[in-house]
């Protein structure tokens, strides 16, 4: 198998659809950049989630959001966008999906704004206004390697 980790923002909304014989599948449309010789290039990633696994998680995702997917990839698609340009596609499926702490945040009072901290924030703003306790220290003599 061949997994791989990707971030990027959602294209579009998660799409829900069930197979004939019943089994629900969910779609992701991914960007992610890449830079070449100063030039950007966008990347799309088919995700493809099967089953109930990220029922909780996905109505937090909508057009726009940052994501982090992990999952297997399959072999890419080749194909010509309406411009009439050559496309690649890369197809995942997902194992794994999160919140991105790469994103820009949402405007207060979004789902996704009250449902992930801000990592890029200190500790007293990502966390609601209070830091998480300190670590005590730990001398070097009782580390044990």
């Given at each position: 198998?061949?997994?791989?980790?990707?971030?990027?923002?959602?294209?579009?909304?998660?799409?829900?659809?069930?197979?004939?014989s019943?089994?629900?599948?969910?779609?992701?449309?991914?960007?992610?950049?890449?830079?070449?010789?100063?030039?950007?290039?966008?990347?799309?990633?088919?995700?493809?989630i099967?089953?109930?696994?990220?029922?909780?998680?996905?109505?937090?995702?909508?057009?726009?959001?940052?994501?982090?997917v992990?999952?297997?990839?399959?072999?890419?698609?080749?194909?010509?966008?309406?411009?009439?340009?050559?496309?690649?596609?890369?197809?995942?499926?997902a194992?794994h999906?999160?919140?991105?702490?790469?994103?820009?945040?949402?405007?207060?009072?979004s789902?996704?704004?009250?449902?992930?901290?801000?990592?890029?924030?200190?500790?007293?703003?990502?966390?609601?206004?209070?830091?998480?306790?300190?670590?005590?220290?730990?001398?070097?003599?009782?580390?044990?390697?």
């Amino acid at each position: 198998m061949n997994y791989t980790w990707i971030a990027g923002h959602l294209g579009a909304d998660p799409e829900t659809r069930f197979t004939p014989s019943g089994r629900k599948v969910t779609s992701l449309r991914v960007a992610t950049k890449s830079r070449k010789g100063g030039n950007d290039e966008t990347i799309w990633m088919k995700v493809t989630i099967w089953g109930e696994t990220f029922d909780k998680i996905l109505p937090y995702f909508k057009k726009g959001s940052p994501i982090v997917v992990c999952g297997e990839l399959m072999p890419p698609e080749v194909y010509q966008n309406r411009e009439g340009n050559t496309q690649v596609s890369l197809n995942i499926t997902a194992n794994h999906i999160a919140f991105s702490p790469f994103g820009k945040p949402k405007s207060e009072g979004s789902p996704q704004a009250s449902a992930a901290p801000n990592f890029g924030a200190a500790p007293e703003q990502a966390f609601g206004g209070a830091a998480p306790a300190a670590q005590a220290e730990v001398p070097d003599e009782e580390i044990p390697f």
